[in-house]
């Protein structure tokens, strides 16, 4: 592969359907407000959407050209302003191929190849056929650490011993269990604040006083919430599903591999030493079964999400350590008995910060929504969330592990080595300084922006120890084989 | 706990946050300036008094704000950096105490603006793989003093991430 190819055709396709993904709320929003009432206006308008996709699609598509010589992967691409885009070798973190519905139909791959910290969208082949693309990863690899990866038979062995896949019932209960439900809430609820664009409000009357007589309006109100709860866990059932479907981690030598998904088998490679720190969280429906979903934070590499990646949707309590212990055994902590907790004076604070956002939605829904007086039912479950809070905030270390755990609405348990501290903080706002409270806050790396674990309102001596803890890291320097990260080695010269 | 970083910020940051404060509070004054023109030009129903009563309180508070917060920033402001690690200490109302570990530093740089290069002074930005931190208005010699005691301690640690 020394001179520059393009991809197979098929890419054009998917590239139209990329930007028509990327932009569909702009689309829709033109082919409702500029379509108008005329049925054959509208047609002429999703024609021409169609027609002006594919012809971008296509012009990308010749465009697009990659090659790989000397160790560099070169790809040149843009339709109008020519970008040109050199990856070396040893700078590639990943390589990840995958296939969505398309690439399947036709039988390719997608290849991305992923640097540190630099947005991953350009350095993506999006149709390739899956010879080609492995041609690619050997070649790429190999530049980068040519014996490692030979394929040693007894490795491969020990390989096929160690994936841990999610079994069926499993995957049920996640799909049941997904904290999916707000988003989904939030889209059903909007659907159906727009459901009277396409039926008016008398053929409702007329279909209510057809088919349910005797209902009162307190009933239809409670119907309508509850086919809104319904349809949003069936959603969220249905993509949790999808995303899941036939999970697998499989751990190898350096690296884990990840497979998830029904539709679009997503493939993501995380390497040991880019971890940095694991989550373990307890998600309010989970709880009460002794569930809980693990989650890698990788440096400048993650999915969309946040920048993290799901470890394992779902293992129950007990088997976690277990688990943990063969797939990532330096991370396989829990909370001791040591643990630093926020001092009695801090309730008051934790009780009444749940008042700041559960008081005005009572407010707003008791002036302007019909039986909203029932919104007072949220007083009690916000003082009860906030106490739930509170009994779950906690700090402990152990060894050179920071075990840190704090509530929002699910249970968030973070294991932190100190080496991968980028930074820490204490707050302390004029109500805490009365009352002698601290927060303290903690940097890792994790996809472009990092992630930050906190605990709040600790006593003010706790805090201090645990920051003096994590500034004393130099003082502990572990042996880290560390992949260079942005800097590239020859900056590193001795000016002195 | 150790005690408070011991380098304070130059003195005549002051003077130069004064004037952002105050070129950021002028956007403020929008405010009476349109509904002075609603009422002037269209249908206006808001009396001249009441405008001005308006203007009256924004001009006191502006004038406590260009006037106090700078002076209080500057006092809460301290830093200090070693080998091992960057001590930052800051905030007006909620005090943040930061601490970044030298290796863990990715790059830093100094630039200033309009206002700060007048006074001759200059921001010290640090970037980690995971945050961005601040150090504002130190003299020009000192920030690049700052920024590359920070770029040499942070190659002299070898380990990156």
């Given at each position: 592969m020394s001179k520059p190819e393009r991809q197979h055709p098929v890419a054009a396709i998917t590239k139209a359907l990329d930007v028509l993904r990327g932009n569909f709320i702009t689309i829709l929003l033109i082919l409702f407000i500029g379509g108008g009432d005329e049925d054959t206006f509208l047609l002429y308008w999703i024609v021409g959407v169609v027609v002006l996709l594919l012809v971008w699609g296509v012009l990308s598509w010749l465009r697009f050209t990659f090659e790989l010589s000397e160790g560099e992967l070169r790809i040149e691409h843009g339709v109008f302003v020519r970008k040109k885009l050199y990856l070396t070798s040893d700078r590639i973190q990943v390589i990840d191929i995958s296939a969505g519905v398309i690439q399947r139909m036709f039988g390719l791959v997608t290849v991305e190849v992923k640097t540190a910290g630099s947005s991953s969208k350009e350095a993506k082949i999006s149709a390739l056929s899956r010879e080609k693309a492995e041609l690619l990863k050997s070649e790429l690899r190999q530049a980068v650490n040519g014996e490692e990866e030979g394929v040693d038979p007894e490795d491969k062995e020990k390989r096929e011993q160690k994936i841990y896949s999610l079994t069926t019932r499993d995957l049920l209960v996640t799909a049941s269990t997904s904290g999916r439900m707000g988003v989904a809430l939030s889209i059903v609820g909007a659907a159906f604040s727009q459901i009277d664009q396409f039926i008016s409000d008398e053929e409702i009357y007329q279909f209510i006083e057809t088919n349910m007589p005797q209902s009162t309006s307190a009933s239809l109100v409670v119907m309508s919430i509850v086919s809104i709860v319904v349809i949003s866990w069936l959603f969220s059932f249905i993509t949790t599903l999808i995303t899941y479907y036939d999970f697998s981690v499989d751990v190898r030598k350096n690296e884990l591999l990840i497979s998830r998904g029904l539709f679009e088998r997503i493939q993501l490679t995380i390497p040991f030493?880019?971890?940095?720190a694991v989550q373990i969280k307890e998600g309010l429906m989970r709880q009460p079964f002794g569930y809980v979903t693990l989650v890698i934070e990788s440096a400048g590499y993650g999915e969309k999400e946040g920048n993290s990646t799901v470890l394992f949707p779902l293992i129950n309590k007990d088997k976690m350590h277990g688990f943990l212990e063969e797939v990532l055994p330096e991370y396989n902590y829990e909370m001791t008995q040591q643990e630093t907790v926020p001092p009695k004076r801090a309730l008051r604070r934790y009780l009444i910060r749940t008042l700041w956002w559960s008081l005005p939605i009572i407010l707003i829904a008791w002036i302007t929504i019909p039986y909203g007086v029932y919104a007072w039912i949220l007083l009690p479950l916000g003082l009860l969330l906030g106490y739930q809070q509170y009994r779950d905030a906690g700090v402990c270390t152990e060894d050179d592990t920071l075990i840190i755990s704090a509530r929002q609405l699910s249970k968030k348990t973070a294991i932190v080595k100190r080496y991968r501290m980028q930074a820490t903080q204490l707050k302390q706002n004029p109500f805490q300084k009365r009352m002698s409270l601290r927060d303290i806050i903690v940097h890792v790396a994790s996809g472009n922006q990092g992630r930050s674990f906190s605990v709040r309102d600790l006593a003010i001596q706790d805090a201090g120890r645990y920051w003096q803890w994590l500034a004393m890291q130099h003082q502990t320097q572990p042996e880290v084989q560390d992949t260079p990260f942005d800097q590239p080695d020859a900056e590193i010269s001795s000016e002195d | 706990m150790r005690s408070s970083p011991k380098n304070n910020l130059s003195k005549s940051a002051v003077s130069a946050w004064r004037i952002s404060t105050f070129i950021f509070m002028l956007f403020l004054f929008l405010i009476p300036l349109a509904m002075w023109m609603i009422s002037y030009l269209g249908s206006g129903q808001m009396s001249l008094w009441v405008i001005s009563a308006i203007t009256f309180v924004l001009v006191v508070i502006a004038g406590l704000v260009i006037f106090f917060i700078p002076e209080i920033r500057w006092q809460r402001w301290s830093y200090q950096v070693d080998e091992h690690e960057i001590d930052l200490q800051s905030g007006i109302l909620i005090i943040t105490r930061t601490l970044v570990p030298v290796k863990r530093v990715q790059h830093v740089d100094t630039r200033q603006g309009p206002i700060l290069r007048s006074y001759g002074l200059a921001d010290v930005t640090i970037s980690t793989a995971a945050t961005t931190h601040r150090i504002p208005a130190l003299e020009e010699e000192t920030a690049e003093a700052v920024r590359d005691r920070i770029s040499k301690f942070a190659r002299l640690a070898k380990e990156d991430v």
């Open positions: 030493n880019r971890i940095q | -």
